[in-house]
């Protein structure tokens, strides 16, 4: 009896990782747009996807967003081939919530209406609610990183980051009325 329970119990534990990619990601269908933006956090990944993007001519513009971290993503960005005067920087922002509201007035002030939202695929769901209701007026297209395979976890952070990802839908939705 204890080993059912036991192996129950490893099931439940398991269970959000598992179903991750499906309750945690939201893609739409690719088009171009006036800027790409890049979340920092997780940098490598989200960072090579900017860069792709902006090689397949998605975007003429690549605004990078998130303190810590957004000195990393310009520089990974311009080895990636990414000029540096096509990089908008904004280093100062330290939640999803304030990406979009840094973000968001960068953008209005230079007209863009249309972008790309760059980030790790288990935070797209997050991400495309808060800047949908932070950002109102610019059209977003949700493309991020996809999950590196089944399980769907390619590191021990990445499984923390997924975890982690469940309480602040939670925490967003209780506390700001943002509810992926």
Known sequence: MAAVAGIGG??????????????????????????????????????????????DRIAPLILVSGTGDCGEVADSLVRLGVPRERLIIE???????????????????????????????WHSSRARAVFAKIV?????????????????????????RIYLEYPKWAWYCAEYDICP
């Open 10 to 55: 490893l099931v439940a534990g398991l269970l959000p990782l598992l179903l991750a990619p499906y309750l945690l990601t939201r893609r739409d269908p690719l088009a171009s747009t006036d800027a790409i933006v890049v979340l920092g956090g997780f940098p490598a990944p989200r960072s090579a996807l900017a860069a792709s993007l902006y090689h």
């Open 136 to 160: 109102p007026g610019i059209e977003i297209i949700m493309y991020p990183t996809r999950a590196s395979g089944w399980p769907p976890v390619g590191s021990l952070d990445e499984a923390f």
């Open 91 to 121: 280093c100062d922002s330290i939640s999803t919530l304030e990406n979009a509201q840094l973000s968001g007035a960068i953008l209005h002030d230079r007209g863009i209406k249309r972008i790309v939202l760059a980030t790790s695929w």
